[in-house]
């Protein structure tokens, strides 16, 4: 069983930067894609971005296209988010992906 744990959330201003991670852990681990979701108040949980494992090949949303970078590291089994460039409408619960597992999410909150 893996587990998937993030971290980096928390409190920014409008224009600033977070970067989140996720950890996976557990039995051996290779995923085809690691995703990122968040989910707003009151909204359905929608996706961020992807990355191929193996190619390290990505595609956003069109909402943080050019904002957000996801990217990995092969050898710690880690997952990362760096968000630039924030919006209030970026706030909500992040959540890391992979292999029908969820992470437990991490919030980012973004101040006008």
């Known amino acids: 069983q893996v587990k998937l744990t993030e971290s980096g959330g928390g409190l920014a201003p409008a224009g600033g930067s977070l970067r989140l991670s996720c950890v996976a852990s557990?039995?051996?681990?290779?995923?085809?894609?690691m995703k990122w979701f968040r989910q707003a108040p009151g909204k359905e949980r929608e996706f961020v971005a992807v990355i191929y494992w193996g190619t390290g090949n990505t595609y956003y949303a069109v909402s943080v296209q050019d904002r957000f970078i996801i990217s990995r590291d092969n050898v710690k089994n880690t997952l990362y988010l760096q968000m630039n460039s924030l919006k209030p409408e970026d706030t909500g619960v992040y959540y890391c992906?992979?292999?029908?597992?969820w992470g437990q999410g991490t919030q980012v909150t973004v101040s006008s």
């Open positions: 992906y992979s292999n029908y597992t």
């Open positions: 557990g039995r051996t681990f290779r995923p085809e894609t």
